[in-house]
Structures are given as structure tokens and as C-alpha cells.
């Protein structure tokens, strides 16, 4: 909640930001006047905007996902890693307990 | 159950090689009623031989059939839906069909590696037991990198009770897979059965060791879960059976030295086992059967 609100006002002050550059711009190419730097609060809110975005946006990340050999080991179960479905034996006494739609029953 | 999540756990079960054939089946059939095959694009063929498997092993041959005429449909002349054609017919048919269908694949193509090991598959199913464990051996030979291989030789030898040989096609596995805590867990309880506790005792602490490796927490206030509940049983056992008499702990066929503080091993492993099962461990979650455990760990 936080990062997203901090993000939210990083991008809103970057923008306002860049309307004042634009301005400032704009107004020395109307009155023909050499290119002057920026003014300095423009600077200013500039940088604020980055540090609130660089905490919004570390805020705002989702959770670190477990990445580890051991984290992944425990997910997984002795009869899978015991699978052995290449030599495993197909044919069970399964085919004596279902109802076989369209194959002879057994008698 | 909507057709995408059905998909995402038969994916999931592809992945993670678990059988489950029954949920398989289930969920497999109502996305083939719901026709969600169609819009699968290329995975509806891993999917089709999945639900073909489940459907033998369920025994509804029927559905089995629908998906391996599919199959034979997309794919005629391929090594693998023969492979499957086989397994249909290991299901009908009496073994010695299989076996001679299998033999005239392996003469067309003696490199077909899924062929080979239907052929020992079934030879184990009918009870020749000694062709089972040459052939197998024969093709451990030809193909060592197989780790399912060493599985089957190590299970055909264990239930033989030739726990020594089981221990040896078990450290081959160890030796393809030597990251995996579960396989070491096995050697160890085939090395304990085998009577050699030395060196069980040494693969059950390295399965602690690659299980319970959280470096988070202190082991103190971490509680032991899964298989590192079993290996610190197996901890315990091999204590106190090394404890009570003191000639195992020197004759090991492995030469495996002695453990040195296995007094202080017993004790850890008592208190590991009574966190485990303790409420303080988990939050509200009392195992069952904790004071049977606890009445077994404290009895010398």
C-alpha cells in the first residue's frame, strides 16, 4: 500500500518536473535568450521523485520466491522421486472392480 | 474443476513424474468431455499418452484405446506410441504376447531404450525373477546413466532380501544423483536392514544434513519436517542399537569407522524427534500418536 502510494507521487512530482522544464524551455525560446540551466527546485524535485520512486518501487515488489535446492527438495515426495514410471507395471487387478463401457466383463 | 486448472495440475504431475493415475483419469476425462484437448496446441499429446497410462492402470481400456488410436493417428511408425501399444497390450493380453511383440520391436531397433525396459518390466511382472536381474544388469551395462534403472535393480535385490547387492545399486544411484537427500535416505535404510550401522548411521546425518540446511534459523528453533523426521528415527534406532551391543559398532562391512559421541547422538536425536511432534514446532498442530513417540524415545 505504501510502496504503491510512494510510486504513485515519485511519478507525479517526475512529471511536474518535466512541465516546468518545459516551460522553462519554452519561455527562454520566446524571448530568444541563450540556454540558461534549469532552475534549481526543478533539480530538486527531481531527485525527491527518484529517491520516492527507488523506495516505492522496493516497497511495491512482490514476495522473494525460495529458490534453494533444499527449498525445492521439500515440495517433492519419496514416491515421486521412486516413480520409476519406465519400468513400472501397468497392469493391476483395476480392471476387475470398473464397469468397462462398451468391453466384455469378465465372468 | 475448470479445464485450465485441470491442465495446470496434469502439467504439474508430468513435471513432478507422479503416477496418482485415479485423479489423473478423472480429471483427464472431463477435460476430454469439456473438449479442452482441442486448444492445447502441442502439449495435447503428452497429455493424451498421460491419460492413456492412467487409463490402463485404472482399467478402463476403453479410454486407453481412444487415446492411443489418437495418438497412432498423429504419430504412425513412432517408437513411442509403439512403446504404449505395448503397454495396451501387456493389459489384454497374456505376457507372453507382450513379450514377443516387445522381442520383434527390439530386433527391428535394438537401441529403443522404453522397448527394453517394458521387456524387463513384464519379465518381473510374470516372476522370472533371475532373467529380470540379468537383463537389467545387461542394460545397466549398456546404459549406466539411468538412474530409474539402478532403482528397479536395487528394489528387485531388496525384496530378495539381498540388501548388500541393494546397497550397491543404490550407490550408483547416489553416484548419478548425488544431490538428492531421498536416495541417500534409502541407502541408509537398506545399509541399516543390511546390518552394516556404521555407515547408516553416517547417511542418515547427511540426509539431515541436506535436509534441514535452513540458514535462517539456528537448530534450536527450527523443527524437523519430512524425511528429516525419518532420518533422525533412523538416528535413534542406529543409537540404540549400536548402544545395546557394542560389537555392530566395529563390524561393519563397509569399514565405516565408529561413530565417536554416540551417547550425545542419542540425545539429540530424542530431542529432535520430541520438537517434531511437539505443538511448540508447529503453530496449533499436535501430531498424532505424540505420546507414543514420546514414550519410545525416552525408554533406553
Not at chain 1, 534453494?68 to 487387478?93: F, H, N, Q
Amino acid at each position: 500500500m505504501l510502496g504503491k502510494a510512494l510510486l504513485l507521487s515519485a511519478t507525479l512530482l517526475l512529471l511536474h518536473a518535466a512541465c516546468m522544464t518545459y516551460d522553462h524551455v519554452s519561455h527562454l525560446k520566446a524571448l530568444v535568450q541563450p540556454e540558461a540551466p534549469v532552475p534549481l527546485n526543478t533539480l530538486y524535485e527531481s531527485i525527491l521523485a527518484l529517491v520516492l520512486g527507488i523506495l516505492g518501487a522496493s516497497m511495491n515488489s512482490p514476495a522473494l520466491k525460495d529458490i534453494t535446492w533444499a527449498s525445492e527438495m521439500k515440495k517433492r515426495t519419496i514416491d515421486d522421486m521412486d516413480a520409476r514410471s519406465g519400468l513400472a507395471s501397468y497392469v493391476s487387478r483395476g480392471k476387475l472392480f470398473h464397469d468397462q463401457r462398451g468391453a466384455s466383463r469378465p465372468t | 474443476m475448470s479445464v485450465h486448472s485441470a491442465l495446470e495440475e496434469l502439467a504439474k504431475y508430468r513435471v513432478q513424474n507422479r503416477r496418482a493415475s485415479q485423479e489423473v483419469f478423472e480429471k483427464g476425462t472431463s477435460v476430454l468431455q469439456k473438449n479442452g484437448h482441442s486448444k492445447m496446441g502441442d502439449e495435447v499429446w503428452d497429455f493424451l499418452e498421460q491419460l492413456a497410462l492412467a487409463a490402463i492402470d485404472v482399467g478402463r481400456l476403453d479410454v486407453a484405446d481412444q487415446c492411443l488410436r489418437r495418438l497412432s493417428d498423429k504419430f504412425p511408425q513412432s517408437p513411442r506410441v509403439d512403446c504404449l501399444a505395448g503397454i495396451r497390450l501387456e493389459a489384454s493380453e497374456p505376457p507372453e504376447t507382450a513379450l514377443k511383440y516387445y522381442s520383434e520391436l527390439l530386433e527391428a531397433d535394438p537401441t529403443n531404450v522404453a522397448v527394453w525396459k517394458r521387456r524387463i518390466s513384464v519379465l518381473r511382472r510374470m516372476g522370472q525373477t533371475e532373467e529380470a536381474i540379468s537383463e537389467l544388469s545387461q542394460y545397466l551395462d549398456t546404459f549406466y546413466t539411468d538412474i530409474e534403472g539402478w532403482l528397479e535393480l536395487a528394489d528387485i535385490y531388496a525384496r530378495c532380501n539381498q540388501y548388500d547387492y541393494s546397497l550397491q545399486a543404490l550407490s550408483h544411484t547416489l553416484l548419478l544423483a548425488p544431490q538428492n537427500p531421498v536416495y541417500v535416505l534409502q541407502s541408509a535404510e537398506t545399509a541399516y536392514t543390511a546390518g552394516d550401522l556404521p555407515l547408516s548411521l553416517k547417511m542418515f546425518l547427511m540426509v539431515v544434513d541436506m535436509t534441514d540446511g535452513d540458514e535462517t534459523e539456528f537448530l534450536a528453533e527450527s523443527t524437523p519436517l519430512g524425511i528429516t523426521v525419518r532420518a533422525w528415527y533412523g538416528v535413534k534406532l542406529c543409537a540404540r542399537r549400536m548402544s545395546e551391543n557394542p560389537r555392530v559398532v566395529t563390524a561393519s562391512a563397509s569399514d565405516a569407522s565408529p561413530p565417536k559421541h554416540l551417547g550425545l547422538l542419542d540425545e539429540l536425536a530424542t530431542e529432535r524427534l520430541r520438537v517434531a511432534y511437539s505443538s511448540a514446532g508447529q503453530k496449533g498442530d499436535i501430531a498424532q500418536g505424540r505420546g507414543i513417540v514420546f514414550s519410545w524415545v525416552a525408554s533406553p
